[in-house]
């Protein structure tokens, strides 16, 4: 060992040969941008040495490396070799050694001239270093941790933690699960009564060290986490337990939208949300928790816009599933799953004068309640096979709580019987409701209100216009009524829209007449 530091001492002192100081040269014409490296948040590089074929020992090595940095001064931290990290990745094992620096400038200077000699190379990145709490370590975190408690106000700001000053030399990110955990365990000892924590600029994305923060914070009244990484609320949860958090700020964090809604519903107990009142926004109701059986009061914000926005996606997905049901084959076994046992249900139909044999299928139950599932599918399996149309349905949700939703929606269905389609008006309202929150909504009441229902009769100029448009597309007379109907009987708009689905290929073919009709159209406009 004593040979192996005289040989670095001399080769310290021993100028640079002239190949060596070609290589130096030659790497100074070139800019930072061809040798970038990836910036860390922590402002520590780890530095990996290749030097296994070069015939230098590991001292000789880091003295090339000082004298290729000079005048900066090398500082040298954690130094390992090869094989002794356990979570080493598949291409640094090829690495003689590796070292951090915490410095960018110094990390930049050693990826552009660490080549010299050309055998030895050098790779920088922003990977940073795996600390081991052992008792100096957990001793130096004390000391720093108690410099920074407020005793008199009980606060303890730990903002950028990792860039103390009397932690220089030191690497200490809470981002790290270890560090995290030897810090509350020193905070629990030193200072159980704590009400304030700090922890702005920390990169903070998981928060699973303050797990059981109720048991050993139990006064705990702000928290704040000002510009870290959280991505997900459920990161948050973990403060969701402590009683008396009043104050919570998340500013300038990558959160998802209307994260502030979720939050208050999380933690009902908050009175400060980012620095502003959050008793103005909040209703109490009772929710069941989805972490345990137990149900907990939340808050929600009355707002019924916003409210409807957050319910009309799952609405939409009900209703779509409950038509296709009733329009199947299996009618009288696909829909008990969306009725309640005990459902009601009321059928009103309108007879016009002269033509009241339309009512005939579904008159058995006319203006009649109906109070059981059982009854209510009776009903269903004697009307005749329809086909409702989605594109004259209209959905409507009027009332949103926690357990009760009501829907109404509009529209018209195709009734097939004996070989023949008659169309339908209907106007259907439902009551649904739910025994738990995590339970899906089934119909407790519904209304049915069935009408004969007009067909369309075109007059002779816009029947001029369908014959028109026809004989230029091809189309069939249904469909050319259906695009000059979209288009408020504007000729040229309804000619534009032909060409353009038959541009994108999405019209289909049994709209149109002829084998050759779905070719390239040769008119122009």
Known sequence: MNKENDAVNSSAQRPCSSKEATAKHTYRQYPYGRYAIPISPYGWYRILVYSHKSGYSNAEVLNKLRRAVAPRRLRIYYLQESGQLEEEQQQDRFATFTFYVDSFKLAAELQLRGHCPP??????????????????????????????????????????????????????????????????EIMAQEMPR?????????????????????????????????????????????????RKLEKLNVRRNPLPLNYEQHLVIMMP???????????????????????????????????????HRDQQPGIRKFVRRYLKAFDGDQRRSDME???????????????????????????????????????????????????????????????????MLSVSITGTFMEKQQQQQQQRH????????????????????????????????PNPSQRHLMTRLSSATRLKSRWCCQFLKDTNWDYQQALLAFQALLRRRQLPKKALTGKCAVAQPKWRL
């Open 119 to 184: 055998v030895i190379g050098v790779r920088v990145d922003d990977e940073p270093p795996r600390i081991e709490v052992n008792d100096i370590y957990r001793q130096k975190l004390r000391q720093v941790i108690l410099s920074r408690y407020n005793a008199a106000k009980r606060r303890l700001n730990l903002s950028r933690f990792y860039a103390d000053d009397q932690l220089r030399g030191e690497f200490c990110a809470l981002q790290q699960f270890e560090c995290l955990e030897a810090i509350i």
């Open 269 to 307: 107990q908050l009175r400060k949300l980012n620095r502003r009142r959050a008793t103005r926004w909040r209703r109490v109701i009772t929710v069941r928790d989805t972490d345990s059986d137990s149900d907990v009061e939340s808050v929600v914000l009355p707002k019924p816009s916003n409210l």
């Open 337 to 403: 799953r969306f009725y309640h046992d005990n459902a009601l249900l009321s059928l009103t139909l309108v007879k016009d004068q002269g033509s009241a044999a339309w009512t005939a299928p579904y008159a058995t139950f006319d203006r009649q309640p109906l109070a059981t599932r059982q009854a209510i599918h009776e009903l269903f399996t004697v009307w005749p096979k329809t086909q409702h149309r989605a594109a004259t349905m209209t959905l409507d949700l009027m009332l949103v709580q926690p357990k």
């Open 194 to 242: 704590l009400r304030h924590l700090l922890l702005d600029n920390n990169h903070l994305c998981i928060l699973d060290g303050f797990r059981s923060i109720e048991k050993q914070f139990p006064r705990l009244k702000s928290i704040s986490l000002q510009h870290n990484k959280l991505k997900r609320l459920r990161e948050l949860r973990v403060f969701e337990k402590l």
């Open 426 to 457: 209907y106007m259907r309202t439902f009551v649904l409701s739910r025994s738990h929150e995590t339970d899906d909504f089934r119909i407790a009441n519904e209304l049915i209100h069935l009408d004969r229902g007009t067909l369309f009769s």
